[in-house]
């Protein structure tokens, strides 16, 4: 209860299901003057909505989104800001087949064992959809970011099944349907999502977020380390398996020679520990990656159970992504900049530094 | 700032530096009537404690804990509980050298950035030494859930170095020094540990933590996931650099068709999802793993600059653990059983089932 | 900042201004399955619209409330509800002879100097307007209560200048424009209004509200006890200048041997602490009184300055009340019942009795 | 649950009973680099303690405080401060007759209804001992407001019973043992607690405080109001059963042309708001009232009834306040001082301009 909200002093918190009228949220604790618009909200709605290339859903949101308040002759008044986003290709219809079973790798089950019933309308609250309010959000921390502290949030997609991504060119990012900033790999990629699409399967992906320019200082020390706080806005993203800072995972099998990162007058040798020491910013670039599951939603037949107790077998007829991790990457990005956000504030609260 | 809190309903707060007085918190939002004495938190505190064995740290606390409040005629009453750990082998004086340098791969120079100066005896706030009161405080969290509601929480090393520990036995887990489950692999844990001390080096490690008998419905849509809060509290304890749940990274390379937990009468075919689903938990066992890094405390020396902007280099010679991992899954356990707490009480308010 | 919400397991999140587009609201930690339709709000923010007696301002909006989410099939579903309500007889333009001056008794002056500038229609978000989401939230606290826990939450005008209302009826209170309980007192109060109409002036007043049937045990020791945070929920509405207790500021000249509730087997024998002791309900009906100020918004011409630093005078020519005293009764009712909901699932929560 | 804590950046939790072996509390949130000793808290602390004349308690506590953390080298490091008292001068054994009663008046009933049984011992944690850890992390506010803002926080005894105190001399208020500001009333003062000693009764009082200096814009839009978070601060003190800003209860009669403080060049014509308006800070000084109520332990023998539902009288025999209200000055001020600094460091996240 009360989970719906995120951040301390920057807040965010949200409403809206998958097929109910609309999706909304309130931002609170933004600074005021911000020169803000709604199109200031919608470039980053765009790149996650479902519908812009045949890799993904075919969903046909245009989520728009309207500012209702806190927002005065162009600029932000420091009152909370009320967004909304109305559903308009809500099909509550399609899902009168599964109101009485329950998908497997989805909600259902856990959402009506949790609450005694569930909105079983394309999984209520439980679907990515929800994400859109994340995004709407996030771009106003972006841009905050940006313009008051030249901090740039990016992602991009690092891997889908087998086909690796590297950082060959942030500039392709948004230049392919897939965020991928390596151009050769998207024959690979388009060759996958077909495969995929025929087989009526999908697959998992892993997305890296990097954020420059961060000041240092950011983070408070115990248990809201920057890293724990994005570890948890990140996992809070729909279908997110694994958080790695840095180094992540690969520290195991490193010595402390080889992963501390040694200083000269230069600064920093190396970025082992993605720019995060103590839980507290080290002015270096932070790097976060992230797992996301394939998506349970195929036609790939499944056995499961219905609400009476007896076994059937589901198929997924909605409208569904392949890979969602594609989608993954301007949540993510969202998700990083309210973080970085709210420990921005906290910090020229403390410390008066920034 | 208020960074040193965790929890919304069952809310720990700590404070305490390395070499300090004391270190110290306060459990908030525990039921009544659970009987409880210090030896119930002492059990947990002794198996965290550096000096236990020639693997760790020399550093000899005895890490006595003295509960101050909150318990009355052996039986919590529901209000607050103070706790106190007296800092007992705290050598202040060995950090001198230190004092005017950045340790590389520690938190010196992120604190003395952040806040103008620092504690620079054993990194102060930012030492491992803190958790010893999340260790305390999940140990109460651990009674009330295994006495009411038989949930176990439990942590073993699934990894240190090239050495992988495989889930063999429980029961060895506490009888080694290591916490493996797996005798076979002492003898490869104990020399990977002697060269480690030799060579003055350290190693990284992974924990793998379960959660069995949970309730099936805790967790809160959006941002409070189950998998967001563990997530959140497993990356706060120093030196983790990652954190998964379930099949974590591995499900980049996966289909939907294989990754997905189908469902009979008879439960769950698998467990792909490590026990949660849309951020709440369906009933299965809740299996979590995290990456350690290498402890940067070592005798290589290493290159660094002072406060003054000069390099230098240094060496560590205070009391350190060549696998900072191995003492990492009672506090991991601690971070888990907090976390579920929480989430127990949360459900309990809002649902009534629990 | 983030000062937008209140309430910890039953949190409301408001949003917007008088004169934008539509006010708003988030509801969480709603208990699942309460039957719930935008009907059950609709009654309370009838009861506090303006324009519905000649007695208050003449704004004439429906207030009309929709409900976006959290309610399926005519129940509540555990997840984030949210409300809108669309302003419909907004005038910005009314406000711009206002906007370079502070209006004196308004927030004008303290929201530009806090925020640099202001939204100056109509006050922005501080005007008393943002109360209307606090009823329609209030709403679904009140629902619960009574449907689940015959909880009654209701208030009174208890005086309006030197007019005296006592409570002689409940049944009268919303038989009459004024939430008056004493029928002989209406004339009393008609030629008051009147007057104050005639002279262009306004009356301050006092609200009196009763909880009746509250459960034992609600309410925590030291700072978040049941009388401190009524106190605060009070205290947060427009014009609320003081808060009272059970006996209240008359404590100060009685004695223990007095004030004390002394108790026989068949309970309290009296109620001056107002159904408190030691921050928690004892059972007996919670008694709470409250201060409005007159409000500033008169006819009168007041001395004040510009923004330029000129000294000038103000008309107060928009739609007011004479004593918006009058329509405090609802938003204190909702303030009381968001209160009882949110310590009503603490209690359940810590301690599994309600 | 977890409420033991206040404020939002600057965070207060506290633990202890009354005849537990200490009390003592965690302050997060504090800036560092402020010069701090244990001297700094003593002084309040001495302030508040009881048995410092014949007026008040003769419990002979010293109340010695020690810094447990969070300072180094004589400054605040930024992290949390740990902090105990000690409870020397605890008498468990005088309360062994009240263990199977209510004491009327006390929360003996109401803690017992909440948790199912209570620690008896002086009324455990609903005793006012537990304010003494409020005045100590108050010290720390009000040196830091002082310090850096010259923001003063100061209270006095405004009337106890039928004698009224004037504001007539700051310096008087700590020069004598009730912290009269009128050395004309001390005598009335002296002869009403004798004459309460004799009958063994006791008298309610007001207190009132007052804040100087505090920045304009202090306080946030809706619910955290500044008087919002006052009222809650000051009602969560032990007995106070009324709070008042500015004029208070006085607005009920008065009209909107006398109320609204009219501004000049020269500033505010009057300061009958209290210095806030629209819940924000405008610069005059803050003005608040509090009602205590006269302490319910006394010798006049009182009907109650016993656990096991018998009825009996109760006469009071420990060591007792005739007018607890003279001992709650520095408490006052401490809570006021927690809420502003609270909100000097929101102002300063969001705003950047203090």
Redesign the interface.
Known sequence: ?????????????????SH???????I??????LPLTEKDLQYDLDRRRPGSSRYTSQRSELDTV?I???V??G?T??????L?IKNTDHRPQDYEKIKNL?R????D???E???????Y?G????SAR?TAVRVAAGAVAKKYLFNRKNIKIRGFLA????VHCNLKDWRQVDNNPFFCPDIEQLTALDTLINN?QKSG??????ITIIAENIP??L???????L??????????I?A??????????????????????????DGF?SNN??G????????QPIIMHI????????T?P????TRE?E?THVVTIGRHDPCIGIRVVPIAEAMVAIVVMDHL?????????I
């Open positions: 209860m009360a989970g719906n909200s995120i951040g301390q002093f920057f807040r965010i918190t949200t409403f809206g299901e109910g009228s609309a999706l909304g949220g309130i609170d604790g933004v600074p005021p003057s309207e209702l308040s806190g005065f002759n600029k008044t420091g009152t909370s800001i009320g909304i329950y497997p790798g989805h909600a089950y856990t959402y064992k949790k609450y005694g019933f569930r909105d309308r999984g209520g609250r439980s929800e891997q889908m099944g087998d995929l399967d999908s697959i998992g992906a892993k240092i200082g983070g408070e020390p115990v248990f809201d380390r890293d724990a706080d994005l570890a948890h806005a990140l996992m809070s729909n997110v398996k694994g958080v790695e800072i840095g180094d992540g995972f690969s520290v195991i099998t490193k010595r402390g020679s080889e992963h501390r990162d040694e200083m000269t007058l040798d520990a993605g995060i020491l103590g839980g507290i910013s080290n002015g797992a996301i599951k394939p998506t349970s939603s195929i790939v499944g056995k499961t159970i107790n076994e504030l906290r910090q020229r609260a403390q410390c008066e530094k």
